[in-house]
């Protein structure tokens, strides 16, 4: 994978994720660190209309290198829209305490059952390695070892 120049994370910026398997992908920067990224695996350059438009398929924070050092190349920017505007509810789950859990959103911690936490990503940062492993796992339709990792801890 070549690197490109540096970059600026912007609000609204749509990013291309080469997947390394002659596809890539798509994903959005949103506040807190949080991208969203879209169901739009394809060989083709997508306009950026075309891919605000495609799903979401998830949203979790990654490290800003992804970005700034042009991993992910800025390809376009949009206005977030409402949807994607607040970041969602994360959970976490005390490392020392395994049936103690709290929910994120906002810069506020507050506590929250198993049940409220189940479906919720966990509030980590991931590394864009990592994100690009997912994906192709999801479009192969098997589980990736970083996902299942990070899920609640039974």
Same mark, same amino acid.
């Given at each position: 994978?070549?690197?490109?120049?540096? *970059?600026?994370?912007?609000?609204?910026?749509?990013? &291309?994720?080469? =997947?390394?398997?002659?596809?890539?992908?798509?994903?959005?920067? =949103?506040?807190?660190?949080?991208?969203?990224?879209?169901?739009?695996?394809? &060989?083709?350059?997508?306009?950026?209309? *075309? $891919?605000?438009?495609?799903?979401?398929?998830? *949203?979790?924070?990654?490290? !800003? %290198?992804?970005?700034?050092?042009?991993?992910?190349? $800025? $390809?376009?920017? =949009?206005? =977030? !829209?409402?949807?994607?505007?607040?970041?969602?509810?994360?959970?976490? *789950? !005390?490392?020392?305490?395994? !049936?103690?859990?709290?929910?994120?959103? +906002?810069?506020?911690? +507050?506590?929250?059952?198993?049940?409220?936490?189940?479906?919720?990503?966990?509030?980590?940062?991931?590394?864009?390695? %990592?994100?690009?492993?997912?994906?192709?796992?999801?479009?192969?339709?098997? &589980?990736?070892?970083?996902?299942?990792?990070?899920?609640? &801890?039974?």
């Amino acid at each position: 994978m070549t690197i490109k120049k540096r *970059q600026i994370r912007n609000l609204g910026d749509i990013v &291309k994720i080469d =997947l390394e398997d002659g596809f890539h992908a798509y994903a959005r920067v =949103l506040e807190e660190a949080m991208f969203a990224f879209y169901d739009c695996r394809t &060989k083709e350059d997508l306009g950026i209309e *075309q $891919v605000a438009a495609a799903p979401v398929l998830f *949203q979790i924070a990654v490290m !800003d %290198h992804a970005v700034k050092r042009g991993r992910w190349p $800025v $390809v376009g920017h =949009l206005p =977030l !829209d409402s949807k994607l505007a607040a970041p969602p509810p994360r959970f976490i *789950q !005390d490392v020392n305490r395994p !049936d103690s859990f709290s929910i994120y959103q +906002h810069g506020i911690i +507050h506590p929250a059952t198993k049940e409220e936490c189940r479906g919720l990503e966990r509030a980590a940062v991931w590394d864009p390695t %990592h994100v690009e492993d997912r994906l192709r796992d999801h479009y192969a339709g098997r &589980k990736n070892k970083w996902f299942e990792s990070m899920r609640i &801890k039974e």
